[in-house]
């Protein structure tokens, strides 16, 4: 009896070992995984490249760190990158990263650089990425709803779902070369974006469908601050040009100095 209690035990702390080893083979690991799903991802989705330096996860912590993210452009615009983040900070239940479902307590992602390109008023790179989303998250749904019934046999597995409780984007910056009314390169701060129970409940929500929430509200963060700041710009140009030639018919050589600076303004000179 004791004989085979030992032998019992062995076989247990064997299988512990393992356990261990394989949970740190798949730790070490796990990071240039999750790399190489968002590398492969991120492009389909948004039309664009997308490289990140590194990903580190621990499973015992349930923390992964993202390094040096860079979405980059739609092909027809100059600038090599829409945007850039430096870090990003995430918290997850370790044991749901083996499950259908990641739950994922909190995203922190700290003054990402978001570089704008064309009109605020018309066409630009964000809106471009963004038509690039909804049209592939549009067919998805699409070829889903008209999916036929699953078979048990040879049935695919479904892709993984996403729960994020809390998602908060802090201290964005956006470079913009605004085109059309105005010609300035400016930057100009962003309001903090926030999200909570993302994907709650059972169905939860895809990486896809979090890409296009995400990108949607700096989207529209971004061309609602340039927007306000170029009407604000053209209004105040406006107004200098016409209290010059106010001046200038009055015969005041100065009114015609103002006059030509407001309208250089206009003219974003």
Request: charged share 20%; proline share 4%.
């Amino acid at each position: 009896m004791k004989k085979l209690l030992k032998i019992i035990v062995g076989i247990v702390i064997v299988l512990l070992v393992l356990l261990v080893v394989a949970g740190l083979i798949i730790g070490t690991h796990l990071g240039q995984i999750v790399k190489a799903g968002m590398e492969t991802v991120g492009p389909k989705v948004t039309q664009t490249t997308l490289t990140v330096e590194s990903v580190d996860v621990s499973l015992i912590g349930g923390s992964a760190g993202v390094k040096n993210l860079v979405l980059g452009n739609p092909e027809g615009f100059k600038a090599l990158q829409s945007i850039s983040v430096s870090n990003a900070a995430v918290s997850l239940v370790p044991s749901s990263v083996l499950s259908q479902k990641i739950v994922i307590r909190s995203i922190r992602v700290e003054a990402p650089e978001i570089t704008f390109e064309g009109n605020p008023f018309g066409e630009n790179n964000l809106k471009k990425i963004m038509d690039n989303v909804n049209s592939l998250t549009a067919s998805v749904d699409q070829a889903s709803t008209n999916a036929p019934a699953a078979t048990p046999s040879g049935q695919a597995k479904p892709a993984k779902k996403l729960e994020v409780d809390d998602f908060v984007i802090s201290g964005a910056k956006v470079h913009a070369n605004l085109t059309g009314f105005v010609n300035q390169e400016i930057t100009l701060p962003l309001p903090d974006i926030h999200f909570t129970d993302l994907g709650k409940g059972n169905d939860g929500i895809t990486p896809a469908d979090l890409i296009q929430k995400v990108l949607g509200e700096i989207t529209t963060d971004t061309v609602k601050t340039l927007a306000t700041y170029a009407s604000n710009l053209g209004k105040d140009a406006t107004k200098a040009a016409t209290d010059a030639a106010t001046g200038a018919l009055s015969g005041s050589t100065n009114g015609l100095d103002k006059l030509k600076k407001g309208i250089g303004n206009l003219l974003g000179k």
